[in-house]
């Protein structure tokens, strides 16, 4: 199962903002690695969103946004659009597991 | 383009093995790290593997290792997963997917990812 907890919905009328959290422990966010955020729409491979906290790739609209505290993450999507209904999911490294890890994952549905 | 074209997906029956592939391009592949991402159906995603850009070290999750050995040929540009003594829990679509963010993995983001490749395995 996954160490990263992310809550399984959340949605939003279109213009709206949204946020999706992304819980952690002293073992991978806590211990100050880095978190990264993907977006997966339906029937597709994930697609980077957010890399090291806060950082957007090119192509990434502004609307997008991510942050880091202590042992949780978030991204926001502000001024929702109907384009942005997908699956959410956050990443970071476990030095317990030695790995990568990866949320649970969050529906987001554009009311 | 940067781009990841997995292969070698199929049917198979629990117990049997099955070799993935990935073929990379429009990157210098022998600079990355690269991994190997799995999404069962409707659920979530897991890492499953990675490799050094020389193939000197290599990570895997708890759950298949000693069943799984990843591999790669930079001459080929390409990487591999070779899954044996496979089990119904390993049904999943497998992406390849190139580590970035630089040469320490633990620090690196995935990006590019392939699109895919299904794993059905049957009891």
């Known amino acids: 199962q996954s160490v990263l907890t992310q809550p399984p919905s959340v949605s939003g009328a279109p213009g709206q903002r949204v946020t999706i959290s992304c819980t952690g422990s002293?073992?991978?966010?806590?211990?100050?690695?880095?978190v990264h955020w993907y977006q997966q729409l339906p029937g597709t491979a994930p697609k980077l969103l957010i890399y090291?906290?806060?950082n957007r790739p090119s192509g990434v609209p502004d609307r997008f946004s991510g942050s880091k505290s202590g042992t949780s993450a978030s991204l926001a999507i502000t001024g929702l659009q109907a384009e942005d209904e997908a699956d959410y999911y956050c990443?970071?490294?476990?030095?317990?597991?030695?790995?990568?890890?990866f949320g649970t994952g969050t529906k987001v549905t554009v009311l | 383009e940067v781009q990841l074209v997995e292969s070698g997906g199929g049917l198979v029956q629990s117990g049997g093995s099955l070799r993935l592939s990935c073929a990379a391009s429009?990157?210098?592949?022998?600079?990355?790290?690269m991994n190997w991402v799995r999404q069962a159906p409707g659920k979530g995603l897991e890492w499953v593997a990675n490799?050094?850009?020389?193939?000197?070290?290599?990570y895997y999750v708890d759950s298949v290792k000693g069943r799984f050995t990843i591999s790669r040929d930079n001459a080929k540009k390409s990487v591999s997963l070779q899954m044996n003594s496979l089990r119904v829990e390993d049904t999943a679509v497998y992406y390849c997917?190139?580590?970035?963010?630089?040469?320490?993995?633990?620090?690196?983001?995935?990006?590019?990812w392939g699109q895919g490749t299904l794993v059905t395995v049957s009891s």
């Open positions: 090291a906290n806060i």
């Open positions: 490799i050094k850009h020389d193939g000197s070290e290599k």
């Open positions: 002293s073992s991978n966010i806590g211990a100050d690695y880095d």
């Open positions: 990443q970071s490294y476990d030095s317990s597991l030695s790995g990568s890890v």
């Open positions: 997917a190139r580590g970035a963010g630089g040469v320490v993995p633990r620090y690196n983001w995935f990006d590019p």
């Open positions: 429009g990157f210098t592949f022998s600079t990355y790290w």
